[in-house]
T-cell receptor
Framework: DTGVSQDPRHKITKRGQNVTFRCDPI?????LYWYRQTLGQGPEFLTY????????KSRLLSDRFSAERPKGSFSTLEIQRTEQGDSAMYLC????????????FGPGTRLLVL | RKEVEQDPGPFNVPEGATVAFNCTYS??????FFWYRQDCRKEPKLLMS???SGNEDGRFTAQLNRASQYISLLIRDSKLSDSATYLC??????????FGTGTRLTVIP
């Protein structure tokens, strides 16, 4: 399968713990995006990378959130000191980096904070 | 005001029916427009892009009215497999997408 992959698919954690999610984009895609989706809502943009550079961050991305893409390939999203409000589906998408390009989504990581 | 607004539904229609979804967007500088489909507990997948002249892909027709900042999706001859949530998506600026809340469609046998 050459699509976007995410790991883990599900994560249950206790409030206050740190969690890290991984995204592997489609191999030739230089742009990578993180979104968050809660029940009954559409995905909300969190942050975006072009190659290894993080070029844009939403105000939704609080100080407890950090994302990296160190080699311009896979990316990680870390949430420190998780809160119950962090419970959501975290979606990663990638694209080829031309204007109007299609973003292809991974299956998501579903996080539940108890 | 949200970037993209759409009627959440649900829309329950019989097989073979024609159904239309609408959405509006707030930023007149928006550049690209899409409809994504999301099945239950799955990731969004691109259904079709929306062009100013309107475009059709089989049973699906998308239209854009820039003056009214309005996007529509028409599904003809609904199939059971069309049951899903349809997300109206707008690209404003260089990179990120703004999603509506989605309209849930159930096609009934």
């Amino acid at each position: 399968d050459t699509g976007v992959s995410q790991d883990p698919r599900h994560k249950i954690t206790k409030r206050g713990q740190n969690v890290t999610f991984r995204c592997d984009p489609i191999s030739e895609h230089n742009r990578l995006y993180w979104y968050r989706q809660t029940l009954g809502q559409g995905p909300e943009f969190l942050t975006y990378f072009q190659n290894e550079a993080q070029l844009e961050k939403s105000r939704l991305l609080s100080d407890r959130f950090s994302a990296e893409r160190p080699k311009g390939s896979f990316s990680t999203l870390e949430i420190q000191r998780t809160e119950q409000g962090d419970s959501a589906m975290y979606l990663c998408a990638s694209s080829l980096g031309t204007n109007g390009e299609t973003q292809y989504f991974g299956p998501g990581t579903r996080l539940l904070v108890l | 005001r949200k970037e993209v607004e759409q009627d959440p539904g649900p829309f329950n229609v019989p097989e073979g029916a024609t159904v239309a979804f609408n959405c509006t967007y707030s930023n007149s500088a928006s550049q690209s427009f899409f409809w994504y489909r999301q099945d239950c507990r799955k990731e969004p997948k691109l259904l079709m892009s929306v062009y100013s002249s309107g475009n059709e892909d089989g049973r699906f027709t998308a239209q854009l009215n820039r003056a009214s900042q309005y996007i529509s999706l028409l599904i003809r001859d609904s199939k059971l497999s069309d049951s899903a949530t349809y997300l109206c998506v707008v690209k404003t600026g260089a990179n990120n997408l703004f999603f509506g809340t989605g309209t849930r469609l159930t096609v009934i046998p």
